[in-house]
C-alpha cells in the first residue's frame, strides 16, 4: 500500500504545478495563445487542480481507512490528471491534435478514481 506521506506530497506537488500552470496560462500566455487554446489550457489546469484536491482527500482519508482501493483511487486520480491535463497542455501549446485523443483515456482514469473511491467509502465499517 502507498504510504499517505507519499499521496499528500504527489497532490501538493500536482497543486504546486496547477497553480503555476493556471498563472502562465493566464499571465505568460493570453497574448501567444489563440482562444481555444487557451480555454483547452485552461481546462487542463482546472482539472488538474480538482483531482489534486481529490489526491489530497485520499492520501488524508489513508490515514484513517485502511483498505486497498483507496491506493487504486490515489493511483487513478494521478494517471488520469498526467494523461487527461499532460495531453490538453501539450495539444494547447503545440496544436497537434493527437493529443486531444489522449485526454479521454484520462478522463476514465479520473471517472474510476472517484467510482472507486465511493467503493472505499462504501467499504468502511
Not at 25 to 37: E, K
Not at 107 to 121: E, P, Q, S, V, Y
Request: charged content about 10%; hydrophobic content about 60%.
Amino acid at each position: 500500500m502507498t504510504r499517505p506521506a507519499t499521496t499528500i506530497a504527489i497532490a501538493a506537488i500536482l497543486g504546486l504545478l496547477a497553480v503555476i500552470a493556471g498563472a502562465a496560462g493566464t499571465h505568460a500566455l493570453r497574448n501567444t495563445l489563440d482562444a481555444d487554446a487557451l480555454r483547452t489550457f485552461e481546462t487542463a489546469a482546472r482539472f488538474q487542480m480538482y483531482h489534486a484536491l481529490a489526491l489530497l482527500a485520499t492520501g488524508m482519508l489513508s490515514m484513517r481507512w485502511q483498505i486497498r482501493a483507496l491506493t487504486i483511487a490515489a493511483a487513478l486520480f494521478t494517471l488520469g490528471t498526467v494523461l487527461f491535463s499532460g495531453s490538453l497542455y501539450i495539444l494547447a501549446l503545440t496544436g497537434i491534435g493527437i493529443f486531444g485523443a489522449i485526454a479521454p483515456i484520462g478522463g476514465i482514469c479520473l471517472m474510476a478514481g472517484w467510482a472507486t473511491l465511493a467503493f472505499a467509502a462504501f467499504r468502511t465499517k
